[in-house]
């Protein structure tokens, strides 16, 4: 049996890149999941890490990610792949470099490390960056206060924007940077154009 395809989703907070991921999971007939929480256990971490109330060091969360994120290869992503279903997923090993990294200032030397750790060879096929200007991300969404991440200032997300650009511009696994303005449907199909390039059959 063939392996599945994995492809991963990546973007500041109201890029769409979740609405794109789910459309894209369903005509391929893939399995979405999304960090954190896509785990029993990542339900719960997911909790403490979006709750905006409870103090956290940027080294914390970035810790919790990434446990989040080895159980997750280890109890979803990898026996998926290896019974030959493709998986989509929104969010993946690059958020934690671009918000812990690049938002929060922790050392990205030490956080590829600690990701390389967690997720072993499992890399995505493709990566999409559904890229967007902060302000018109903020025209999106309606901030969330308890959100540690949606409730975040303009100049940490600017530094999220620009960290997905530096990461996907020096990536030496593909990705595809997308432009996610416009309509659902306008972004969709851009995202199928390079789907189209892969070896793997339409849902």
């Known amino acids: 049996m ?14 769409g890149k979740s609405t794109v991921a789910k459309i894209v999971a369903e005509r391929y ?3 979405f999941t999304i960090e954190p929480g896509g785990t029993p256990l990542g339900v719960e971490l997911r909790k403490w890490l979006l709750d905006a ?4 060091k940027p080294e914390s969360e970035a810790l919790l990610m990434l446990a989040d994120r080895s159980h997750h290869v280890f109890e979803l992503l990898e026996p998926t792949l290896a019974a030959g279903k493709h998986i989509v997923a929104d969010r993946y090993y690059a958020s934690t ?15 590829r490390a600690a990701t390389d750790l967690a997720i072993g060879t499992t890399l995505p096929d493709l990566t999409f960056l559904i890229d967007l200007p902060i302000e018109v991300a903020n025209e999106r969404r309606a901030r969330d206060a308890k959100d540690r991440f949606e409730s975040a200032d303009e100049h940490f997300h600017e530094r999220v924007r620009q960290g997905y650009l530096e990461i996907a511009a ?33 849902g």
């Open 53 to 56: 109330n409870t103090p956290m």
């Open 29 to 31: 007939d893939a399995l």
């Open 170 to 202: 020096t990536a030496t696994e593909k990705w595809a940077v997308i432009d996610g303005a416009g309509t659902v449907d306008e972004v969709v199909a851009r995202v199928e154009q390079e789907l189209a390039l892969l070896p793997w059959n339409h």
């Open 2 to 15: 063939s392996r599945g395809n994995f492809i991963a989703f990546e973007g500041i907070d109201a890029s």
């Open 97 to 111: 470099l671009a918000y812990q990294g690049y938002g929060r200032g922790l050392d990205l030397g030490e956080l």
